[in-house]
């Protein structure tokens, strides 16, 4: 199985910064990565797919980089509702994995 | 308006069977692969089977191989997870999750339902 990384796994920032979170597979993914934010009581929610493009409704200030093993999810100028857990996911292979997930709070 | 709408989680005892079903609408459902992601409590999301959006292909996580199976009925717009053999471990909040595309299996999922909770315990 195809092994997902996250770092870091709990983060504190303050609303209008950048923020980082990066994931890293096991072995080449080629550009199977996406990544979802998840707040607690709800479903998670698709943000990037394809490892940068951004699923239809989502702000602009979320974006996504990275192919083979190395990924990031980028957030350009925190907002309040940004504050949550987000998860990376491979779809590269069966069967998917996902990150362990980075939690994202305010400072 | 696409929905997703999971039904049959309950308290079961260790060694027990269960049932869940995922009814979608607002959508072309024979035409999408569709899954169920778990999540324990307090824990992250484990993906734990999938099927094509015309059934002919499915895979399930080892974790649940040979317990577990994922069926679908197109006719009625459902998907199912019959659970075998449960255990504690299997204790989760169940998603049905959608593919976000049509015409394959892409595994990039949108949207998900609300979940459902299976608890194991005697």
């Given at each position: 199985?195809?092994?997902?990384?996250?770092?870091?796994?709990?983060?504190?920032?303050?609303?209008?910064?950048?923020?980082?979170?990066?994931c890293?597979a096991?072995?080449?993914?080629?550009?199977?990565?996406?990544?979802?934010q998840q707040?607690p009581?709800?479903?998670?929610?698709?943000?990037?797919?394809?490892?940068?493009?951004?699923?239809?409704?989502?702000?602009?200030?979320?974006?996504g980089?990275?192919?083979?093993?190395?990924?990031?999810l980028?957030?350009?100028?925190?907002?309040?509702?940004?504050?949550?857990t987000?998860?990376?996911?491979?779809?590269?292979?069966?069967?998917?994995?996902?990150?362990?997930?980075?939690?994202?709070?305010?400072? | 308006?696409?929905q997703?709408?999971?039904?049959?989680?309950?308290?079961?005892?260790p060694?027990?069977?269960?049932?869940?079903?995922?009814?979608?609408?607002?959508?072309?459902?024979?035409?999408?692969?569709?899954?169920?992601?778990?999540?324990?409590?307090g824990?992250?999301?484990?993906?734990?089977a999938g099927?094509?959006?015309?059934?002919?292909?499915?895979?399930?996580?080892?974790?649940?191989?040979?317990?577990?199976?994922?069926?679908?009925?197109n006719?009625?717009?459902?998907?199912?997870?019959?659970?075998?053999s449960?255990?504690?471990?299997?204790?989760?909040?169940?998603?049905?999750?959608?593919?976000?595309?049509?015409?394959?299996?892409?595994?990039?999922?949108?949207?998900?339902?609300?979940?459902?909770?299976?608890?194991?315990?005697?």
């Amino acid at each position: 199985d195809i092994q997902m990384t996250q770092s870091p796994s709990s983060l504190s920032a303050s609303v209008g910064e950048r923020v980082t979170i990066t994931c890293r597979a096991s072995q080449d993914i080629n550009i199977y990565l996406g990544w979802y934010q998840q707040k607690p009581g709800k479903a998670p929610e698709l943000l990037i797919y394809a490892a940068s493009s951004l699923q239809s409704g989502v702000p602009s200030r979320f974006s996504g980089s990275g192919s083979g093993t190395d990924f990031s999810l980028i957030i350009s100028g925190l907002q309040p509702e940004d504050f949550a857990t987000y998860y990376c996911q491979q779809v590269n292979s069966f069967p998917y994995t996902f990150g362990q997930g980075t939690k994202l709070e305010i400072k | 308006e696409v929905q997703i709408l999971e039904s049959g989680g309950d308290l079961v005892q260790p060694g027990g069977s269960l049932r869940l079903s995922c009814a979608g609408s607002g959508f072309a459902f024979s035409t999408y692969a569709m899954s169920w992601v778990r999540q324990a409590p307090g824990k992250g999301l484990e993906w734990v089977a999938g099927m094509s959006g015309s059934g002919d292909r499915s895979s399930h996580a080892d974790s649940v191989k040979g317990r577990f199976a994922i069926t679908r009925d197109n006719s009625n717009n459902m998907l199912f997870l019959q659970m075998n053999s449960l255990r504690a471990e299997d204790t989760a909040i169940y998603y049905c999750a959608r593919d976000r595309a049509a015409g394959g299996m892409f595994g990039w999922f949108d949207p998900w339902g609300q979940g459902t909770l299976v608890t194991v315990s005697s």
